[in-house]
């Protein structure tokens, strides 16, 4: 069974810096995606990223990017040029690919992460 | 293009009562899926619907729980007899192609179900 792992239950940061939010996952699968999900306090699930397992090159959404480490099943989202809006709770998330798919998404507890002023 | 919509945004139910909560998918998506999240927790799946077929209710507690989504209209999900460990955010998803392909899930605002 797939699990998603997120090991920083809060985090805070200065506006204007960069902060790393780390997951972990694990699966037999080699042939999946993964998200980050953000959860302002509005509690609206909003897709920040993602990434298919077979690309190589970490996947870049302006401000948000993704470092992807396959050997490792780790899967961090840096933020730069944090904003107050970026206020919210994360979930990384993972999907299977190929036939045992169903649609399925496996996520993390979540990290809540504050953006100090 | 309307997102996800779902309703009502809260419910409040006393125990042993019906909830039904209703999703309706962005236009051309015809994959539903159902979450749920407990406080403090992140989302668990709980089943995954097409048009008039269950597909994968793997999450779905055996009793007191059904989905379904007909040919018209939205996709419900059911819960008889409520009660207070029912509680929480029921979050609806929809894409527009089986989750195997390269589609994404969009989430709809939730619904908040309190069991008083």
């Known amino acids: 069974a797939q699990t998603v792992t997120q090991s920083q239950p809060e985090m805070s940061v200065q506006e204007a810096e960069t902060v790393t939010l780390s997951c972990t996952y694990d699966t037999s699968e080699s042939n999946y995606y993964l998200f980050w999900y953000k959860q302002p306090p509005s509690r609206q699930m909003i897709l920040v990223i993602r990434q298919e397992a077979y690309k190589q090159q970490n996947a870049t959404e302006n401000r948000f990017s993704v470092n992807f480490q396959k050997a490792a099943k780790s899967f961090s989202l840096k933020i730069s040029d944090s904003q107050l809006g970026d206020t919210a709770m994360y979930f990384c998330a993972f999907m299977t690919r190929g036939s045992s798919n169903t649609g399925k998404l496996i996520f993390g507890q979540g990290t809540t992460l504050q953006v100090k002023p | 293009n309307a997102g996800v919509m779902q309703n009502p945004r809260h419910l409040v139910r006393r125990r042993g009562q019906e909830a039904r909560l209703r999703c309706s998918p962005m236009?051309?998506?015809?994959?539903v899926y159902w979450y749920r999240q407990l406080p403090e927790e992140g989302l668990k799946f709980m089943v995954y619907?097409?048009?008039?077929?269950?597909?994968?209710e793997s999450g779905m507690p055996k009793e007191r729980f059904s989905a379904e989504f007909p040919k018209e209209g939205p996709s419900i999900l059911r819960i008889q007899q409520v009660v207070r460990g029912d509680s929480a955010a029921y979050f609806c998803a929809s894409s527009p192609t089986r989750g195997a392909g390269s589609d994404t899930q969009y989430f709809g605002p939730g619904t908040r179900l309190t069991v008083l």
């Open positions: 619907l097409q048009k008039e077929n269950i597909i994968d």
């Open positions: 236009k051309g998506h015809s994959h």
